[in-house]
């Protein structure tokens, strides 16, 4: 019934009513009743509607309810307990960001939040030791090499010699960057349908997270602001490619 379950609507519900049968005790009005209560508006009898009739076709076991029940309401005091830490780790973790001038302007890049700046910055330490942001991307086991022995050729690979935390922060920022920031999103594009040399996916996703670091390093260490269009021209189209 619910995108979310721990959706504002979904929580109250589970508050109140958190069994099949407590739902059918309400019915619409008292589900709807206890949305209009608490003042929310994305939600109405429509979804209460929906609600209760899955209700009326849910099966199962409905012996020990009361028991069922205590568990549900302790599950739902942890997962507040747990979010109300969570919240108190993300402000200090802010706090200690906003130490550093330039953190601001990386959380300028549409795409790229809190947690893959802190993430980066935790494991990457002070970046003015790095002469280049090819050591940071050796030291996340992001460094091409290639399986060649005689004359056989090999295929080339990362060589995942480096911090697994790092390479996995870096992969993960990337990902949703292809989906919310336009330039990221290009190149992606680009890479993956290039004519010569195209890349799946994943590799795509892997040369982006070594950009990532270059973007990074590039705002980090001369506090220059991130520009899309000098990210955009990065890209090295073949003759051929412009004129199609």
């Not at 509607?49 to 069922?68: D, F, P, V, W």
Request: with cysteine; aromatic share 6%.
């Amino acid at each position: 019934m619910f995108g979310k379950f721990d959706a504002t609507s979904s929580m109250l519900v589970l508050q109140v009513a958190p069994q099949p049968r407590d739902i059918k005790r309400l019915g619409v009005e008292g589900i709807n009743r206890i949305w209009r209560d608490n003042k929310l508006r994305a939600v109405g009898m429509k979804r209460a509607k929906s609600l209760y009739e899955a209700a009326q076709k849910s099966i199962g076991c409905t012996e020990g309810e009361s028991c069922s029940r205590m568990e549900i309401q302790l599950l739902l005091q942890d997962y507040h307990t747990k979010t109300a830490q969570y919240q108190a780790v993300i402000e200090t973790i802010d706090e200690l960001c906003r130490q550093i001038p330039e953190v601001a302007k990386l959380l300028e890049i549409k795409g790229v939040g809190l947690v893959t700046v802190a993430g980066f910055l935790s494991e990457v330490g002070d970046i003015r030791r790095f002469n280049s942001p090819k050591q940071i991307q050796k030291l996340a086991g992001l460094a091409l090499r290639e399986s060649s022995s005689g004359k056989h050729k090999g295929q080339t690979t990362i060589s995942k010699r480096g911090r697994a935390r790092l390479r996995a922060i870096l992969f993960q920022a990337v990902m949703p960057l292809v989906a919310k920031n336009a330039e990221f999103a290009e190149i992606h594009n680009y890479y993956t349908t290039r004519i010569k040399n195209p890349l799946k996916k994943k590799q795509s996703l892997i040369a982006l997270s070594c950009k990532l670091i270059r973007v990074f390093y590039a705002i980090l260490t001369k506090g220059t602001e991130y520009d899309p269009e000098k990210l955009i021209k990065d890209i090295h189209r073949p003759v051929e490619h412009l004129a199609a």
